[in-house]
């Protein structure tokens, strides 16, 4: 067993050589919104700019898009021309993962899911893409609920699943809700093992495992319920996951900086404190041990 310590930072943020390029360190395509939600992508997005990926490309649908390129300039949104994600997108979301992996010479990953909904087409759409992609990729929130009826696609592809207990139970069907937390590191060790994934089963203290290894991140606080938490994490992994750090690595670091950064907000908000203060300190936590 694994405790995730500030180590693991120091394998990832290392200095950066004259004469690198953009896209060197990443180019993150995020998935996600809908008619209704916004700030899930936008959160995920700022998230990986400032764990340090060198781009991030939005698709949603149009509303969402819109309302996300205006919010800050960083921001690049594609904007689909459905309301929700449906399979006629499809084609959409293959052909800018190609340009992405193509421009970025494969330092590519994708994170989707948040915000999305969960209506049949756009499970169904979720699922096709899944089923049909290999790029190293963050399935988070509602992308969850897409894997529902056969998890199964996920087998031996560089995925990350992040559930908190709910989420767990409709990936696995097995909930551990009322489980000691020895033996709901054990059922996440099963569940990673049979699925050949890595699964981040979030909570106070969070639990890594790709079947074979498992890690335990102790950083957070009680006050990260709010939310976009979980999208500024998905954001942070995805962004490591673009540089090339696999996908149990990259899993620790992400958990440990969202965590560290989380501590940081609320010691300066308390009871106030959002999502978009945690990106804010995200930096700090990098640069606390570079």
């Known amino acids: 067993m694994i405790e995730v310590t500030k180590e693991i930072l120091k394998n990832i943020y290392k200095e950066r050589k004259e004469g690198v390029r953009k896209y060197d360190f990443g180019l993150l395509v995020v998935i996600g919104g809908s008619e209704f939600y916004s700030g899930s992508p936008a959160?995920?997005?700022?998230?990986?700019?400032?764990?340090?990926?060198?781009?991030?490309?939005?698709?949603?649908?149009?509303?969402?898009?819109?309302?996300?390129?205006?919010?800050?300039?960083?921001?690049?949104?594609?904007?689909?021309?459905?309301?929700?994600?449906?399979?006629?997108?499809?084609?959409?979301?293959?052909?800018?993962?190609?340009?992405?992996?193509?421009a970025s010479h494969g330092k590519t990953a994708v994170v989707i899911g948040g915000g999305m909904g969960r209506s049949e087409?756009?499970?169904?759409?979720?699922?096709?893409?899944?089923?049909?992609?290999?790029?190293?990729?963050v399935i988070d929130a509602d992308g969850i609920y897409a894997l529902e009826k056969n998890p199964e696609i996920v087998f031996g592809k560089p995925f990350v699943i992040t559930p908190h207990l709910y989420e767990f139970f409709v990936l696995t069907g097995k909930d551990i809700s009322s489980m000691s937390f020895e033996q709901k590191i054990k059922s996440v060790e099963e569940e990673a093992k049979r699925l050949n994934t890595t699964i981040v089963l979030k909570g106070p203290i969070d639990i890594i495992s790709n079947g074979?290894?498992?890690?335990?991140?102790?950083?957070?606080?009680?006050?990260?319920?709010?939310?976009?938490?979980?999208?500024?994490?998905?954001?942070?992994?995805?962004?490591?996951?673009?540089?090339?750090?696999?996908c149990f690595e990259a899993s620790q670091a992400a958990t440990y900086i969202n965590g560290l950064a989380g501590e940081i907000a609320i010691k300066k908000f308390g009871e106030g404190v959002m999502a978009s203060d945690l990106i804010e300190a995200i930096p700090e936590v990098i640069n606390l041990y570079k």
């Open 43 to 102: 959160f995920c997005a700022l998230a990986a700019f400032r764990a340090g990926v060198d781009m991030v490309r939005i698709i949603a649908p149009k509303r969402a898009a819109d309302i996300i390129a205006s919010f800050k300039p960083d921001l690049a949104a594609y904007p689909l021309k459905t309301e929700r994600l449906n399979k006629n997108d499809l084609s959409a979301l293959f052909l800018m993962v190609e340009e992405a992996k193509l």
């Open 121 to 137: 087409e756009t499970k169904e759409a979720i699922f096709e893409f899944l089923s049909k992609t290999s790029v190293s990729a």
């Open 212 to 246: 074979e290894e498992t890690a335990l991140n102790k950083t957070g606080s009680y006050y990260m319920t709010k939310g976009g938490m979980g999208d500024t994490l998905a954001g942070i992994l995805g962004a490591l996951l673009s540089r090339g750090i696999s």
